[in-house]
């Protein structure tokens, strides 16, 4: 995403979220916690198994590692990305989620509209449908944790 957003604010860089006993980080959605990534990490407050953590390459709110990890780089990378408070790509971010879930609803609706064909087709065409309304919904899960 395009940089010119960032406020240098360095609060993405101080307010980590991970939980630990699942090994998995709350930042750009939900993804596995690294050994490296976790190297990086001063553990601070605990709320719920969710372990808030800062970055101890963070100086003056500017990263100082010379290894930047690809996660950090790419942050945000994804319109489900855990964003702090006054963040500049709060509102880009938000534009972005709405414009996917305009295609997750677009996806419901062709479910809907396969449903209703299916009682009507022959068995070969309620197959094909059956699968897409299998591969659409495979696809809507995947997002169900962020509406």
Known sequence: MDK?????????????????SKNIIYRDGVEPLTEDFAGMLIKGEV?????FCSCKYLENNLCINPNKP????????SPFAFLPENCGYYGVNFLEREKFMQKLRKLEEEIIHYEALI???????????AKIIEKHRSFINKYKMYF
């Open 4 to 20: 010119n957003y960032c406020t240098k604010c360095g609060k993405c860089c101080k307010e980590i979220a991970v939980d630990f």
């Open 47 to 51: 709320k719920d198994n969710i372990t």
């Open 70 to 77: 690809e996660i950090c780089e790419k942050y945000p990378s």
């Open 119 to 129: 009682s009507i087709s022959s068995k070969d065409d309620a197959k094909q449908y």
